[in-house]
């Protein structure tokens, strides 16, 4: 069974940082294509940024230079730096998992998170 835990959104004034935290099950972390993902109110999910099972990322490219995903291999966990948050970053950000090592489109995501929520100030 997938598990995604998420943590650490939360406000933050325009400039300012956070660290997204997702704990996930041992298969999933070590198999699948992870990433996070946002939404906001009305629109699909879409995809911030992805890291296949070999390490290999990649990024929307409004987050890019921004954010930084990265995975904790002795925690299970997967992680979003994001510096310099922007108004428009606001959004419900999920983790999330696609089976398979490669990773692809964010409607190709099957496994969800709670998701957390971030919220920019200007």
């Known amino acids: 069974q997938v598990q995604l835990v998420e943590s650490g959104g939360g406000s933050v004034q325009a400039g300012g940082s956070l660290r997204l935290s997702c704990a996930a099950d041992v298969y999933t972390y070590s198999r699948y294509c992870m990433g996070w993902l946002l939404q906001t109110p009305g629109k699909e999910r879409e995809g911030v940024a992805v890291?296949?099972?070999?390490?290999?990322?990649s990024y929307a490219d409004s987050v890019k230079g921004r954010f930084t995903i990265s995975k904790d291999n002795a925690k299970n966990t997967l992680y979003l730096q994001m510096n310099s948050l922007k108004p428009e970053d606001t959004a419900m950000y999920y983790c999330?998992?696609?089976?398979?090592?490669?990773?692809?489109?964010?409607?190709?995501?099957?496994?969800w998170g709670q998701g957390t929520q971030v919220t920019v100030s200007s």
């Open positions: 890291i296949d099972s070999d390490g290999s990322t």
């Open positions: 999330a998992a696609r089976s398979g090592r490669s990773c692809g489109p964010a409607r190709t995501f099957g496994y």
